[in-house]
């Protein structure tokens, strides 16, 4: 089975530019989960979607968006980017309660 | 709200030695799911190990064994026989079913280093 893949793997941006990133979750999984990945705040929790319908939010502002498609992939949107906004974003999926498994990350750099 | 600790941000070990990584949690809910990952530079996490907080016996998978001990909130990972290739960032991590929804509270991870 493949696993989780994540386009783009590295994307550059200047502030105040909308980002979109992708996720595509291992065949038959259902949920998947966004995470941001920072050093200073580490591994956070940015929101999860199941049956294309999102069940749990981080705290982040409403800057960070996401979706989910009937074919179970997902995006998230960033607008307005800010230079806190550059870190490594991990999607992960699940089957549809269950251990999540990552992608690789899209790694955003906010110039 | 929940919470995870590892306090040791960084451990080096000879190869072939055993290490143990620390773990402590925090949480109010009965029921929830104790993870551990491992991210090499690549980025990618990598999923190791799972503990229920209701399994009896502690988790193994491999090389991989979870040392649980409720009562004092422990979920210490441990790797037996470490290899070079163990060299990465490991984190720990809790899982709570709320209303059907997951998700995972990560502590801060520590950076382990297989010395030659």
């Known amino acids: 089975k493949a696993g989780v893949t994540q386009t783009p793997r590295y994307l550059i941006k200047t502030r105040g530019q909308q980002v979109t990133l992708s996720c595509s979750p291992i065949?038959?999984?259902?949920?998947v989960s966004w995470y941001q990945q920072t050093p200073g705040q580490g591994l956070q929790f940015l929101f999860e979607?199941?049956?294309?319908?999102?069940?749990n939010k981080g705290n982040f502002p409403g800057r960070f968006s996401g979706r989910q498609f009937s074919n179970s992939r997902s995006e998230m949107n960033v607008s307005t980017l800010e230079l806190g906004d550059s870190a490594l974003y991990l999607c992960?999926?699940?089957?549809?309660?269950?251990?999540?498994?990552f992608g690789p990350g899209t790694r955003l750099t906010v110039l | 709200a929940q919470k995870i600790t590892q306090t040791q941000p960084g451990m080096f070990v000879q190869e072939k030695e055993a290490v143990t990584l620390d773990c402590t949690y925090d949480?109010?809910?009965?029921?929830?799911?104790l993870f551990w990952y491992k991210q090499p530079s690549s980025g990618e996490m990598i999923f190791l190990i799972y503990?229920?907080?209701?399994?009896?016996q502690n988790a193994t998978e491999g090389r991989y064994s979870l040392n649980f001990q409720k009562a004092r909130k422990s979920a210490n990972l441990v790797i037996s026989a470490s290899q070079l290739g163990d060299s990465a960032m490991y984190f720990c991590?809790?899982?709570?079913?709320?209303?059907?929804?997951?998700?995972?509270?990560f502590g801060q991870g520590t950076r382990l280093t297989i010395n030659p």
């Open positions: 992960a999926s699940s089957y549809p309660v269950d251990t999540q498994y």
């Open positions: 065949s038959g999984h259902r949920s």
């Open positions: 979607y199941f049956s294309e319908t999102q069940r």
């Open positions: 949480t109010s809910d009965p029921s929830y799911g």
């Open positions: 503990q229920g907080s209701y399994d009896q």
């Open positions: 991590a809790m899982g709570s079913i709320i209303q059907g929804a997951q998700k995972l509270v």
